[in-house]
């Protein structure tokens, strides 16, 4: 494809359930974002990956949220014993390069998680 | 602290009226300026960037660094333009991460 895509779409979950969101990006970009968007808010950064490797997890907002890109494209973000402030419209964004560069980063649709 | 405000949710304007998006920012170093919008029912998008210095769909935006302000300007709104924009800063450290405002809904009336 030719853009971010992100997988489902809408997600809803009862409270204390896993869930796993999906996020394949633009062929051959190197970074990989995850943002959270609350209700009203601008997008908050979660974790970055550089290839498979996850060189920022510092907006991760608790141990339930899990993210990994193991071979560098795919990437997934899981978060366990939801709670219904995760509820929240997720965010993976791709940019073509890494480091100082900053490349403009292209958004996926995201996915609405929403918590029951 | 990184931070990026903008303190308008909501502007309204007619079209042809000039435009202004505040955005304000918090940040020690150098940091690079971003702006992203988000148009009805699409993803969000880059509009314009500060070290480009370009001007983007009639919009334009120049860093201040005294004022430590990026507002994001147009001289003539045309309807099109309704859409929800957000400021970002990039700390320029080793990751691109930004830094998002809570965002500003731009009504432009016919």
């Known amino acids: 494809g030719a853009g971010v895509s992100q997988s489902p779409r809408y997600k809803v979950a009862k409270r204390g359930q896993d869930v796993a969101l999906r996020c394949d990006p633009i062929?051959?970009?190197?970074?990989l974002f995850w943002y959270q968007q609350a209700l009203g808010q601008g997008p908050e950064f979660l974790t970055y990956?550089?290839?498979?490797?996850?060189?920022?997890k510092s907006g991760l907002p608790s141990d339930r949220f899990f993210a990994e890109r193991p071979e560098g494209s795919v990437s997934t973000l899981k978060i366990q014993r939801t709670q219904q402030e995760d509820s929240a419209v997720y965010l993976c964004?791709?940019?073509?390069?890494?480091?100082?560069?900053?490349?403009?980063?292209?958004f996926g649709d995201g996915t609405r998680l929403s918590i029951l | 602290a990184q931070r990026v405000t903008q303190p308008e949710k909501l502007l309204s304007v007619f079209k042809g009226a000039p435009v202004e998006l505040k955005c304000n920012y918090s940040?020690?170093?150098?940091?690079?300026l971003f702006w992203y919008v988000q148009y009805s029912r699409q993803r969000l998008q880059l509009l314009l960037r500060?070290?480009s210095r370009e001007s983007i769909k009639g919009f334009t935006a120049d860093l201040n660094k005294g004022e430590t302000s990026f507002h994001l300007k147009k001289p003539f709104a045309q309807e099109e333009d309704s859409a929800m924009y957000y400021c970002?800063?990039?700390?320029?450290?080793?990751?691109?991460?930004?830094?998002f405002g809570t965002g500003t809904r731009l009504q432009v009336f016919p």
């Open positions: 964004a791709s940019s073509l390069a890494a480091g100082y560069s900053n490349q403009p980063q292209h």
């Open positions: 062929s051959g970009h190197v970074s």
């Open positions: 990956f550089q290839n498979e490797a996850q060189l920022d």
């Open positions: 940040y020690s170093g150098s940091p690079e």
């Open positions: 500060h070290i």
């Open positions: 970002a800063l990039s700390p320029a450290l080793n990751t691109d991460k930004l830094i």
